[in-house]
């Protein structure tokens, strides 16, 4: 399994941002796919999830509902994160991962709010 994130970058309140995920070494559009974070000094925390099936269902963390979409294209095996009305406390690196989790995590992408 391999994951690589992209996407990240600094970014004034309020503004917006479109995370990557490039995913390989599996059958990308059998798995649920989910995107974490993790502040600095903080655990990392589920963000959002999309599943696997035609239709996609999606959920979103209540710190993110309203704000970000999560969206997959099984064509090009890649998962995305739209961000938007960014507010400081998103700032983190961030990562996807299927779901069951598999044990390798990307090296993930740094997402900085500041003005």
């Known amino acids: 399994v391999q994951l690589v994130e992209s996407g990240g970058g600094l970014v004034q309140p309020g503004g917006s941002l479109r995370l990557s995920c490039a995913a390989s070494?599996?059958?990308?559009g059998s798995w649920d796919m989910r995107w974490y974070r993790q502040a600095p000094g903080k655990e990392r925390e589920?963000?959002?999830?999309?599943?696997?099936?035609?239709?996609?269902?999606?959920n979103y963390a209540d710190s993110v509902k309203g704000r970000f979409t999560i969206s997959r294209d099984n064509a090009k095996n890649k998962v995305y994160l739209q961000m938007n009305s960014l507010k400081a406390e998103d700032t983190a690196v961030y990562y996807c991962?299927?779901?069951?989790?598999?044990?390798?995590w990307g090296q993930g992408t740094q997402v900085t709010v500041s003005s």
């Open positions: 991962n299927r779901w069951p989790n598999s044990g390798s």
């Open positions: 070494g599996f059958t990308f």
């Open positions: 589920w963000v959002a999830s999309i599943t696997s099936t035609t239709g996609d269902k999606t």
